[in-house]
């Protein structure tokens, strides 16, 4: 299907009249059939009870001093920015102090503002610049706020609505990548130039410090604060999965950090670490796709390629990630999607490891924050899928301090975990879990991404029990190649014309679990959102005798235009380029919108978008739906006018936009 053969284009205009008259007369037909009912309002009910609770866990985030917090429940359903000290936050009712107050912000100055992030400035923590969205989207508005009296600063920095990046140099100066008019943006519609931009002086002053390619996704720079190993670097990303740093001199010139274009760099005082998406032959020696390697900064940009391998995978293990402490390295690794920590020391004599305790046998434990430039301190946030969260305080060389726990949002009593190995076409074992009870006749939720090579751990889900497990609903997650549990030869597995093997593992996973005895193909239903909502689409065009249903949530499904709407480029290295006639050769082979017949029998599928999405584009939904009606078809659609990529901008619409999914789940699989 050629541009000029689409008959659907009209509805790529976001906010046009014409496309809005016809998603309001789609949401009202859904909302009609779907909410209203007893079933549907207690869901919605019970969901914003979860998140709303005021007995979850107020995640923070170290500052300096202070514990950071951003906080939003049925009194404050935009949410308030606060902080408080780790004396307080140990007990049961921390006093916090009130930073902003996103509600009374968007009442005082009419706008619709949904929080994004603040970067506060180190060493002293005393001014932050804070981004503010409307409605939910990726632009972001940027404004200058002043911690000491919580007040935006009165001619402080301050950037209108774009895709901006920005962060701090020094008190008087910033680095900021924006839209400076015609040529600075990529064809991603991320910046391409990025400048020093002095306090005082007019935007279109600033000072050019680096520049990107026009293909590329996106330039950036920033300073590393760490005491006594200051220095800036700037880089790009030509796609999604390269880069190219630099170091900034004080001259102005480059030095280039000079590895695998693939790999990714990091940087913490006086050491350099490499992490591999492929082999790499540097000193005499070849390093393997995953591994971790480290040298001194220095030593490596003077020619030296002494490089100490930190971690090196196995077929059962992958790096998750890694996290800084003051004298030491964290490393959260994953065996079999079961995650597992480690602490590495430099000393004198090389890296001695340790285990760190804390993790699950069966679960996540993710380091959400340490305070790399003071102290060994760290954050491990621990859960599963039947149990609550968890959040512990440790310091390295010590024992672990229980500083939160969860309520349990659902009895987990009579569930179970257990995980599985399917067999795809090509023989590969594709691990998945399985949550259910003892009711064999209930329905199967089955989920899955597949993509960018995120990986999907086990975790609690409040909503999820309520809204789907109480209800007798067993729920199962594929971890399929494109993701990365199995590190960056298993995304790499199914990248562009290689990408059908992630539709043929979820496929292979919904024939096992019926093998198994699990579920039956009616009472099966399958769920994505984004790169996972393209996944739900290939499974209702290419697989529809699998599934009872299908959810694709916040999608990408027209793969002819994808590169042409919003960020869509910057995902070309995932997919290939429509543009090129090899790449389309295999695209069109699996692109939903262009495998939608009349004559197929489809399982009932359920489109869900947001017209605030500026990262997705919701004409991909929207045409999806339009073309299935044409053909004869009768698809759900709901498309929220506010909401984001997240397609959802407060607890309330998340509540209700969770619920009618359920309900379109349990109506349909039961």
């Given at each position: 299907m050629t541009d000029d053969a689409d008959p659907y284009l009209w509805l790529e205009d976001v906010t046009g009249e014409r496309a809005l008259d016809?998603?309001?007369?789609?949401?009202?037909?859904?909302?009609?059939?779907?909410?209203?009912?007893?079933?549907?309002?207690?869901?919605?009910?019970?969901?914003?009870?979860?998140?709303?609770?005021?007995?979850?866990?107020?995640?923070?985030?170290?500052?300096?001093?202070?514990?950071?917090?951003?906080?939003?429940?049925?009194?404050?359903?935009?949410?308030?920015?606060?902080?408080?000290?780790?004396?307080?936050?140990?007990?049961?009712?921390?006093?916090?102090?009130?930073?902003?107050?996103?509600?009374?912000?968007?009442?005082?100055?009419?706008?619709?503002?949904?929080?994004?992030?603040?970067?506060?400035?180190?060493?002293g923590y005393d001014l932050a610049l804070v981004e503010l969205s409307r409605g939910g989207a990726d632009a972001t508005v940027v404004r200058e706020f002043d911690l000491r009296t919580a007040e935006f600063v009165a001619g402080g920095f301050s950037l209108p609505e774009a895709k901006s990046r920005v962060s701090w140099i020094d008190e008087d100066t910033v680095y900021v990548g924006t839209d400076f008019g015609e040529g600075s943006l990529t064809t991603s519609g991320y910046a391409r130039v990025v400048k020093r931009w002095r306090r005082g002086t007019p935007l279109e002053d600033a000072v050019t410090v680096y520049e990107g390619k026009p293909e590329d996704v996106t330039a950036y720079a920033y300073r590393d604060h760490t005491p006594g190993f200051e220095r800036d670097l700037v880089g790009r990303f030509p796609d999604f999965f390269t880069s190219e740093e630099f170091l900034l001199n004080a001259d102005g010139s480059l030095t280039k950090i000079d590895v695998p274009e693939d790999a990714n760099v990091d940087v913490h005082r006086e050491w350099l670490l490499v992490t591999l998406r492929s082999d790499w032959a540097t000193g005499g020696t070849t390093y393997r796709t995953g591994s971790l390697l480290a040298a001194n900064f220095d030593s490596f940009l003077a020619g030296e390629r002494d490089l100490t391998p930190l971690f090196v995978p196995d077929e059962h293990t992958s790096l998750s990630g890694v996290a800084w402490t003051r004298n030491h390295l964290i490393l959260i690794k994953l065996a079999d999607v079961k995650t597992r920590l480690e602490?590495?020391?430099?000393?004198?004599?090389?890296?001695?490891?340790?285990?760190?305790?804390?993790?699950?046998?069966?679960?996540?434990?993710?380091?959400?924050?340490?305070?790399?430039?003071?102290?060994?301190?760290?954050?491990?946030?621990?859960?599963?899928?039947?149990?609550?969260?968890?959040?512990?305080?440790?310091?390295?060389?010590?024992?672990?301090?229980?500083?939160?726990?969860?309520?349990?949002?659902?009895?987990?009593?009579?569930?179970?975990?257990?995980?599985?190995?399917?067999?795809?076409?090509?023989?590969?074992?594709?691990?998945?879990?399985v949550v259910r009870g003892e009711n064999a006749n209930g329905p199967t939720l089955l989920y899955g991404y597949g993509g960018f090579e995120v990986s999907l751990t086990p975790g609690y889900s409040g909503g999820l029990g309520r809204g789907w497990l109480e209800h007798g609903g067993t729920y199962v997650v594929a971890n399929i190649r494109g993701g990365g549990e199995y590190g960056p030869a298993w995304h790499r597995a199914a990248l562009r014309e290689n990408r059908p093997r992630a539709y043929e593992d979820f496929a292979a996973v919904a024939k096992d679990l019926v093998a198994r005895g699990i579920?039956?193909?009616?009472?099966?239903?399958?769920?994505?959102?984004?790169?996972?909502?393209?996944?739900?689409?290939?499974?209702?065009?290419?697989?529809?005798?699998?599934?009872?249903?299908?959810?694709?949530?916040?999608?990408?499904?027209?793969?002819?235009?994808?590169?042409?709407?919003?960020?869509?480029?910057?995902?070309?290295?995932?997919?290939?380029?429509?543009?090129?006639?090899?790449?389309?050769?295999?695209?069109?082979?699996?692109?939903?919108?262009?495998?939608?017949?009349?004559?197929?029998?489809?399982?009932?599928?359920?489109?869900?978008?947001?017209?605030?999405?500026?990262?997705?584009?919701?004409?991909?939904?929207?045409?999806?739906?339009?073309?299935?009606?044409?053909?004869?078809?009768?698809?759900?659609?709901?498309?929220?006018?506010?909401?984001?990529?997240?397609?959802?901008?407060?607890?309330?619409?998340?509540?209700?936009m969770s619920a009618i999914v359920y309900e379109f789940l349990l109506r349909t699989l039961s």
């Amino acid at each position: 299907m050629t541009d000029d053969a689409d008959p659907y284009l009209w509805l790529e205009d976001v906010t046009g009249e014409r496309a809005l008259d016809w998603v309001r007369a789609r949401n009202a037909e859904t909302t009609a059939v779907l909410t209203g009912g007893e079933r549907f309002e207690t869901t919605k009910s019970r969901l914003l009870e979860v998140l709303d609770a005021d007995d979850r866990i107020p995640y923070p985030r170290r500052r300096g001093a202070y514990l950071y917090n951003f906080w939003q429940d049925s009194a404050h359903p935009r949410g308030l920015w606060r902080r408080t000290t780790l004396e307080q936050y140990r007990t049961a009712s921390p006093e916090w102090t009130v930073l902003l107050d996103v509600d009374a912000l968007a009442e005082a100055e009419g706008e619709n503002w949904v929080w994004k992030s603040a970067s506060v400035l180190k060493p002293g923590y005393d001014l932050a610049l804070v981004e503010l969205s409307r409605g939910g989207a990726d632009a972001t508005v940027v404004r200058e706020f002043d911690l000491r009296t919580a007040e935006f600063v009165a001619g402080g920095f301050s950037l209108p609505e774009a895709k901006s990046r920005v962060s701090w140099i020094d008190e008087d100066t910033v680095y900021v990548g924006t839209d400076f008019g015609e040529g600075s943006l990529t064809t991603s519609g991320y910046a391409r130039v990025v400048k020093r931009w002095r306090r005082g002086t007019p935007l279109e002053d600033a000072v050019t410090v680096y520049e990107g390619k026009p293909e590329d996704v996106t330039a950036y720079a920033y300073r590393d604060h760490t005491p006594g190993f200051e220095r800036d670097l700037v880089g790009r990303f030509p796609d999604f999965f390269t880069s190219e740093e630099f170091l900034l001199n004080a001259d102005g010139s480059l030095t280039k950090i000079d590895v695998p274009e693939d790999a990714n760099v990091d940087v913490h005082r006086e050491w350099l670490l490499v992490t591999l998406r492929s082999d790499w032959a540097t000193g005499g020696t070849t390093y393997r796709t995953g591994s971790l390697l480290a040298a001194n900064f220095d030593s490596f940009l003077a020619g030296e390629r002494d490089l100490t391998p930190l971690f090196v995978p196995d077929e059962h293990t992958s790096l998750s990630g890694v996290a800084w402490t003051r004298n030491h390295l964290i490393l959260i690794k994953l065996a079999d999607v079961k995650t597992r920590l480690e602490v590495l020391t430099p000393g004198a004599d090389g890296w001695s490891r340790a285990e760190l305790p804390g993790a699950p046998e069966v679960g996540s434990a993710d380091v959400i924050d340490t305070d790399p430039d003071h102290s060994d301190e760290y954050l491990l946030n621990v859960s599963g899928y039947l149990q609550p969260a968890t959040l512990l305080r440790g310091e390295i060389g010590g024992g672990l301090e229980e500083l939160r726990q969860a309520p349990a949002f659902f009895d987990a009593a009579g569930l179970t975990v257990e995980q599985h190995f399917a067999t795809s076409d090509d023989g590969t074992k594709v691990p998945y879990f399985v949550v259910r009870g003892e009711n064999a006749n209930g329905p199967t939720l089955l989920y899955g991404y597949g993509g960018f090579e995120v990986s999907l751990t086990p975790g609690y889900s409040g909503g999820l029990g309520r809204g789907w497990l109480e209800h007798g609903g067993t729920y199962v997650v594929a971890n399929i190649r494109g993701g990365g549990e199995y590190g960056p030869a298993w995304h790499r597995a199914a990248l562009r014309e290689n990408r059908p093997r992630a539709y043929e593992d979820f496929a292979a996973v919904a024939k096992d679990l019926v093998a198994r005895g699990i579920t039956t193909p009616e009472r099966l239903g399958m769920q994505g959102g984004s790169n996972g909502g393209l996944l739900a689409g290939v499974m209702l065009t290419r697989y529809p005798e699998l599934f009872g249903a299908v959810v694709s949530q916040v999608p990408l499904l027209d793969l002819s235009r994808y590169h042409l709407l919003l960020a869509g480029a910057s995902w070309m290295a995932e997919w290939g380029d429509p543009d090129n006639p090899d790449d389309w050769s295999y695209l069109k082979t699996f692109s939903p919108y262009h495998n939608v017949h009349s004559g197929t029998k489809y399982p009932p599928v359920f489109f869900v978008t947001s017209t605030r999405d500026d990262r997705v584009h919701p004409g991909h939904a929207r045409k999806m739906a339009a073309r299935m009606v044409e053909l004869g078809h009768s698809p759900y659609y709901y498309e929220n006018i506010e909401g984001g990529h997240g397609a959802a901008a407060d607890n309330a619409q998340r509540a209700y936009m969770s619920a009618i999914v359920y309900e379109f789940l349990l109506r349909t699989l039961s």
